[in-house]
């Protein structure tokens, strides 16, 4: 188990639960993953869906917040919700949508109707279990008519405003309408702190847990003096307005198999591997290595560091700093497999891994024609990713290896990134041979 966990029970700690819309179902895979470790924290601080996400974790009702993920559609949250795009060309193909919907709703001020976001909270909170468990609870909202931010505390929540509270630090304003509460009016809780760190601490809370799923928000400076570990999801989590099941399903188990792996009982670091494979890796590891050593190619921990960021689209953060610690140039291996869409969102053997991993790069390879013209291309335009780590690996393999490197160097200042993964790939050939590596089975 992660260092950072190792005193959690002897000193005050908390959660600090960030906001995302659709997001904060990675949280509910952390939780997950924190209870099959018999991990519990002392409060739970939430802003936005945190806040929701946090309500349930203090009345510790997990199982139905996973059925909730498991069963989720956009008009479980509200009528007429549909997944805003991230691309330009999908706002370009979704344009009438998206003009009706800022026309009936945003413009208009009113909001989407969330009243199917109601009925669910109504479902799933029990007050009473609420009030009576030992974990503290608090959420941050903005009151727009003081124009402030405003915190509650569980002491001040009552079985009459607890949902009420719960909704208006989820009023995601303009998309969800500004919520009414006490003559005044409240919208979510980001616009002010969207991973409320400070209310954990306001709670006692000396050790604090923090997950930013990167929802739309502020994000307050962490206080120094503060022992926060800041969760930042390695994997890409969906629009934070994609509430499909197929979507959320794969933010929850994002969160869980991250917080496994952080916990010790996965291994990896983009990828997820059984725990009995720490060995393997680390010898996977020292085998890439040494094979960059042998062919005296210069790669330092920066560069790979870069190139992981570029390959995966990774952000820092103390949980990517843990899961990557020390894995060097293995982490490569990793970064080649993501980049040409491996599946990350599942537990692998690594034998079964690298088995798949070889004739996925084996029929990418065969898809990839003309590779000479593709060559002369290089040097013209800029391939996209792909193209370029099998027009370098295929260098490698036609001619012989000195030859290949003179080659290479022509192409390093623009490719350095795709030659260290074409090298990855040569090398994995040479341990484990191009006709074993070719097969038609895969083991997972």
Not at 224 to 238: E, H, Q, S, Y
Not at 299 to 316: F, L, M, N, V, Y
Not at 351 to 360: E, H, M, N, Y
Request: aromatic share 12%; net charge negative.
């Amino acid at each position: 188990m992660n260092i950072w966990f190792h005193d959690l029970g002897q000193i005050p700690n908390g959660l600090a639960l960030g906001g995302g819309g659709a997001r904060g179902c990675y949280e509910i895979g952390l939780w997950k993953a924190l209870e099959e470790a018999g991990i519990q924290f002392d409060c739970a601080a939430g802003t936005s869906i945190g806040a929701l996400v946090g309500a349930m974790y203090v009345q510790q009702s997990l199982a139905p917040m996973i059925h909730f993920v498991e069963t989720l559609k956009p008009t479980k949250i509200a009528e007429d919700l549909f997944a805003f795009p991230e691309t330009l060309g999908q706002w370009v193909s979704n344009r009438k949508e998206i003009s009706s919907f800022l026309s009936k709703y945003i413009l208009s001020r009113s909001g989407m109707d969330i009243s199917p976001l109601k009925t669910v909270l109504d479902e799933m909170f029990n007050y009473d279990k609420f009030k009576d468990s030992s974990i503290g609870y608090a959420c941050m909202t903005f009151n727009i008519t003081k124009r402030a931010p405003e915190a509650y505390f569980k002491s001040e929540m009552n079985a009459e405003n607890a949902e009420n509270i719960i909704l208006a630090s989820a009023s995601c304003y303009p998309a969800f309408p500004v919520m009414k509460m006490n003559d005044q009016e409240y919208i979510d809780g980001g616009y002010w702190d969207n991973v409320p760190i400070d209310l954990a601490a306001r709670m006692n809370a000396e050790k604090i847990l923090a997950v930013d799923v990167q929802g739309p928000g502020v994000v307050l400076p962490v206080n120094p003096k503060l022992d926060v570990f800041t969760m930042k999801p390695i994997l890409p989590l969906g629009n934070f307005l994609d509430f499909t099941s197929e979507s959320c399903t794969q933010n929850l188990e994002a969160g869980y198999l991250e917080t496994r792996k952080l916990l010790g009982s996965l291994c990896g670091a983009v990828y997820s591997f059984e725990e009995n494979d720490v060995q393997a890796l680390a010898f996977m590891d020292g085998y890439i290595n040494f094979m960059f050593q042998i062919h005296h190619i210069q790669i330092s921990d920066a560069e790979i560091e870069r190139i992981e960021k570029w390959a995966c689209q990774t952000t820092p953060s103390d949980l990517s700093k843990a899961l990557f610690a020390g894995r060097q140039t293995g982490l490569l291996v990793e970064c080649l497999a993501y980049l040409i869409g491996m599946n990350a969102y599942q537990v692998w053997s690594l034998a079964g891994f690298l088995k798949a991993l070889c004739i996925s790069l084996a029929a990418l390879q065969a898809k990839t024609k003309d590779m000479g013209n593709l060559a002369k291309t290089a040097l013209k335009k800029r391939l996209d990713k792909t193209s370029a780590v099998c027009l370098f690996h295929w260098m490698l393999t036609r001619v012989p290896l000195e030859k290949a490197k003179s080659e290479l160097r022509t192409f390093a200042a623009l490719y350095p990134g795709e030659i260290a993964l074409a090298w990855t790939w040569y090398f994995l050939e040479n341990v484990y041979g191009r006709e074993n590596c070719y097969t038609t089975s895969t083991e997972n």
